[in-house]
């Protein structure tokens, strides 16, 4: 496993680095027209576009058809990718931490609420997008992953409302925001899990070539 998540490190260091660098600046600048902290809504998605990188990559250099020899099993080749994509998520929640950390410290507007809240809600939409397009990615050409992904993250926006509106139908979410949110969270948690078992199943079943 440690051997895989290297290997996909390696692959998309570059891309891992710029988009690393991309959220920093990009948070310094929204704090001119946005709220700085809401650039954590945005960063667990635009990290996480290494793993179709990945898998992309893998695809074109037959890497699946090597691995397949080796002493792993397909359920950690999966995992591999799935704890790749939480890894990255993760990054990308950091570094979009620095521009906020910076701007608490210069005593600007930052509330712990705030960083909950939109921290919350990104790491919702990565897990609801990647649950989503990890599995269609071994289901479909993985040249056309990435784009699945893009689609994907717009589909876990309408499903996190879906998820809200729901709440609120029990609690008044203006009054409880936080919990909801963090109730949103532990179902992206669930869904991300289901996805890995499905995608596990799919890439067990799948003819490697």
């Given at each position: 496993?440690?051997?895989?998540?290297?290997?996909?490190?390696?692959?998309?260091?570059?891309?891992?680095?710029?988009?690393?660098?991309?959220?920093?600046?990009?948070?310094?600048?929204?704090?001119?027209?946005?709220?700085?902290?809401?650039?954590?809504?945005?960063?667990?998605?635009?990290?996480?576009?290494?793993?179709?990188?990945?898998?992309?990559?893998?695809?074109?250099?037959?890497?699946?058809?090597?691995?397949?020899a080796m002493p792993i099993s397909r359920?950690?080749?999966?995992?591999?990718?799935?704890?790749?994509?939480?890894?990255?998520?993760?990054?990308?929640?950091?570094?979009?931490?620095?521009?906020?950390?910076?701007?608490?410290?210069?005593?600007?507007?930052?509330?712990?609420q705030a960083l909950c809240l939109y921290g919350a809600a990104g790491m919702s939409e990565a897990l609801f997008a990647g649950g989503v397009s990890l599995p269609c990615?071994?289901?479909s050409d993985p040249e056309k992953s990435q784009i699945i992904f893009m689609l994907s993250f717009m589909a876990s926006t309408g499903i996190i409302a879906g998820l809200i509106l729901f709440i609120n139908l029990f609690i008044p979410v203006k009054d409880h925001i936080l919990f909801a949110f963090y109730t949103v969270l532990a179902i992206a948690l669930i869904c991300f899990f289901i996805s890995f078992k499905i995608a596990v199943k799919i890439y067990q079943k799948q003819d490697i070539i």
């Open positions: 496993m440690k051997g895989i998540l290297l290997k996909d490190l390696y692959i998309a260091k570059s891309n891992i680095l710029v988009t690393v660098v991309s959220l920093i600046v990009l948070g310094f600048g929204l704090s001119f027209l946005l709220e700085t902290s809401a650039l954590l809504m945005l960063a667990p998605a635009a990290s996480t576009t290494a793993v179709f990188i990945s898998i992309t990559s893998d695809a074109a250099s037959k890497w699946n058809k090597n691995v397949i359920s950690q080749i999966i995992g591999g990718k799935y704890s790749f994509y939480i890894i990255l998520a993760v990054l990308g929640t950091a570094a979009a931490l620095i521009p906020c950390g910076i701007f608490a410290l210069l005593d600007i507007d930052i509330t712990t990615a071994y289901l």
